[in-house]
């Protein structure tokens, strides 16, 4: 089992900043594959960022150029720096993780609301 714990999140102004941290325990060997998810209220859960194998990494569109996601191994985290906040970026965050058996784990999320 691996449990993932999101922390980081909060109110920021547009143009702010902020860093999500995903604290990872358990079995985080079997983990090949490392994510940050977000879902708006009324919209489904959508991908931000993944890093595979600790160089592979994915963004979604409406993310490049403003977030960047990496591991920190010897704390057994994964980051999630926010910048250029925009209203639309209000969601509840969510760490990912899945196995090389495909089985998927989450954290229980983290809000993060920008408006002026």
């Known amino acids: 089992q691996v449990q993932l714990v999101e922390s980081g999140g909060g109110s920021v102004q547009p143009g702010g900043s902020l860093r999500l941290s995903c604290a990872a325990s358990?079995?985080?060997?079997?983990?090949?594959?490392w994510g940050w998810y977000r879902q708006a209220p009324g919209k489904e859960r959508e991908l931000v960022a993944r890093?595979?194998?600790?160089?592979?990494?994915t963004y979604a569109d409406f993310v490049k150029g403003r977030f960047a996601i990496s591991r920190d191994n010897a704390k057994n985290t994964v980051l999630l720096q926010m910048n250029s906040l925009r209203p639309e970026d209000t969601a509840v965050y969510y760490c990912?993780?899945?196995?090389?058996?495909?089985?998927?784990?989450w954290g229980q999320g983290t809000q993060v609301t920008v408006s002026s």
């Open positions: 990912n993780a899945a196995d090389a058996y495909s089985k998927i784990y």
């Open positions: 358990g079995s985080i060997f079997s983990i090949n594959n």
């Open positions: 890093i595979r194998a600790a160089a592979y990494i």
